[in-house]
Nanobody, 126 residues
Framework: QVQLVESGGGSVQAGGSLRLSCAAS????????MGWFRQAPGKEREGVAA???????RYTDSVKGRFTISQDNVKNTLYLEMDNLKPEDTAMYYC????????????????????WGQGTQVTVSS
């Protein structure tokens, strides 16, 4: 059973930075993909960034140039470095994981992920 535990959320002012972490355990698969999603009150869950086990990454347009997704395969930890944060980035951020080998892209839709963490809150004030 894959378990995901997020940390690193908090409250910052616009223009600030945060780094989210997602500690993953309970798997031995070599081919997988992981993603960060966010959900603001009254809005649908949105894919922010995703990465394959081979390092291929993809971002939603609104965070390109500001957010960086990375993974430490030794520590089994996924990261999301968020710079130049904006009030519209305020949301609950979730880590997600799924098994499988994907060629050419990595999904940013929630339906493509099976395992989810509990989330960590990010609040950006203006």
């Amino acid at each position: 059973q894959v378990q995901l535990v997020e940390s690193g959320g908090g409250s910052v002012q616009a223009g600030g930075s945060l780094r989210l972490s997602c500690a993953a355990s309970g798997y031995t698969y070599s081919s997988y993909y992981m993603g960060w999603f966010r959900q603001a009150p009254g809005k649908e869950r949105e894919g922010v960034a995703a990465i394959r086990s081979d390092g291929y990454a993809r971002y939603t347009d609104s965070v390109k140039g500001r957010f960086t997704i990375s993974q430490d395969n030794v520590k089994n930890t996924l990261y999301l470095e968020m710079d130049n944060l904006k009030p519209e980035d305020t949301a609950m951020y979730y880590c997600a994981f799924n098994v499988g080998r994907i060629v050419g892209w990595v999904p940013l839709s929630a339906e493509q992920y099976y395992y989810w963490g509990q989330g960590t809150q990010v609040t950006v004030s203006s």
